[in-house]
């Protein structure tokens, strides 16, 4: 085995990193499979609104089912879908998927139904996001308005003038842009205003105990009275308990996910529920 510390000029692969390597060559020729066979799902998980009781709208999260391995969780497949540009396609289908779901949600008569989806760095900044969001909207009769894209800090920490323009397109187009898992990144303030966000999701870690763990209840204090300040809608994601669902609702949080109420299930699971909760 080759040395690895020092200016050393030799490099010989390590068996353990030429097998993640392999691994990584197999998970992408596996992904791909599995993207023209149909194993990618969207599962959907509900978001409280914490003034009525009331579902208001679904996160789509992927799920990969795959037929020897069981279901792989995003952590594990989200990655190498980033590196290899497989992400492209797995996005596009999870946004069809959360389109469909809308349409099904939404209605005369019925109080409008937001479907949010992830969108990685990667996707949105490929240059053709924007024909695939109209396209797919198109294709689905989904309304603009009907439809959220949760997005991360990192892609606006780059501050590209790209991305202004982008996301401005999207917002005029009349979709809801999100910042999820708020308070993990670098938070520099300033980009609040330079991007035309309409809503804070703060990161399931403050969250998750706020009720026993009086900074974290500090922190979720301080970001929704800035969010309320901005005018921005607020999101707590990972509730897992009363305690923090009765925290959120007293500090004006407008929105609740987590286990306490709903894990994600598959879509049609996922419609029988909302369907039971506006009847109930
Ligand atoms: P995220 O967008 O922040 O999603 C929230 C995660 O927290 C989900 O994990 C959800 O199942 C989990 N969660 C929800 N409520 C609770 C709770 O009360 N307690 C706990 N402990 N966890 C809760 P999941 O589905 O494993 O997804 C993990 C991450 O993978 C997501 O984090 C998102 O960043 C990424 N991801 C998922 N689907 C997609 C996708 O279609 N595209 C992209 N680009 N990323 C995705
Ligand atoms: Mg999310
Ligand atoms: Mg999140
Ligand atoms: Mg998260």
């Known amino acids: 085995e080759a040395k690895t510390s020092g200016g050393g000029a030799l490099h ?58 069981g279901m792989i969780s995003p952590a594990d497949f989200i990655p190498v879908a980033e590196e290899t540009g497989l992400i492209l396609q797995i996005g596009n289908q999870m946004l069809a998927q959360a389109c469909d779901m809308a349409v099904r949600c939404n209605g005369p008569g019925r109080p409008r139904f937001v479907v949010a989806v992830n969108v990685s760095p990667k996707q949105l900044l490929h240059g053709g996001f924007l024909c695939d969001v109209r396209r797919v909207l198109e294709d689905s009769g989904c309304r603009a308005q009907w439809l959220e894209l949760e997005i991360t800090e990192s892609l606006l920490l780059a501050d590209l003038e790209e991305t202004v323009e982008l996301l401005e397109a999207l917002a005029e187009m009349g979709l809801m842009i999100t910042i999820d898992d708020f308070g993990t990144g670098y938070s520099a303030m300033s980009y609040l205003s330079r991007f035309p966000i309409k809503c804070l999701k703060i990161d399931q870690s403050f ?74």
């Open 207 to 280: 969250v998750r105990d706020m009720a026993q763990d009086p900074e974290k209840q500090i922190l979720v204090r301080a970001i929704l009275a800035m969010a309320q300040g901005l005018g921005l809608k607020t999101v707590a994601e990972g509730v897992e308990d009363a305690a923090a669902a009765a925290l959120l609702s007293e500090l004006d949080c407008d929105y609740g996910q987590g286990y306490l109420w709903h894990r994600p299930v598959p879509a049609h699971n996922f419609y029988q529920l909302l369907a039971a909760s506006r009847v109930a």
């Open 12 to 69: 010989v692969y390590k068996p353990e990193l030429s097998e993640r390597v392999d691994n990584r060559f197999a998970m992408e020729a596996m992904m791909k499979m599995g993207l023209a066979e149909g194993q990618f799902h969207a599962y959907f998980q509900a978001k409280r609104d914490l003034k009525t009781g009331r579902i208001a709208g679904a996160e789509a999260l992927c799920r990969w089912m795959h037929p020897d391995k």
